[in-house]
């Protein structure tokens, strides 16, 4: 699986962005999709995840309540809405791609087989 990752840019804090992930293989849906972000200085960190059929959805703590993942597999596409963006969301992010089963809760980085190359999200104040 190939992931490319876009839709990141400079915001305000209190607005939105909307990333999108478009993967490549005929596999897509069999996959775990995971939202990472990594800020300058720090560990890339878990942000959100979604089952292969959309039914188990986990957010980090940071970002519950005001990022939305979701993902179309007819388009091979997962998605991040980001909205109430704060300084602290400021990070490279990025998706990937975990072929654990659906029962398992990867969060670790290194339960993700595929990644893509990462968007700048920017928030200014």
């Known amino acids: 699986v190939q992931l490319q990752a876009s839709g990141g840019g400079l915001v305000q804090a209190g607005g939105s962005l909307r990333l999108s992930c478009a993967a490549s293989?005929?596999?897509?849906?069999?996959?775990?999709m995971g939202w990472f972000r990594q800020a300058p200085g720090k560990e890339r960190e878990f942000v959100a995840r979604?089952?292969?059929?959309?039914?188990?959805?986990d957010y980090a703590d940071p970002v519950k309540g005001r990022f939305t993942i979701s993902r179309d597999n007819a388009k091979n596409t997962v998605y991040l809405q980001m909205s109430d963006l704060k300084s602290e969301d400021m990070a490279v992010y990025y998706c990937?791609?975990?072929?654990?089963?659906?029962?398992?809760?990867?969060?670790?980085?290194?339960?993700?087989?595929?990644w893509g190359q990462g968007t700048q999200v920017t928030v200014s104040s």
């Open positions: 990937a791609a975990s072929s654990f089963p659906a029962s398992r809760t990867p969060r670790a980085p290194d339960e993700y087989d595929y």
């Open positions: 979604m089952s292969w059929s959309g039914g188990i959805v």
């Open positions: 293989g005929r596999t897509f849906s069999r996959y775990i």
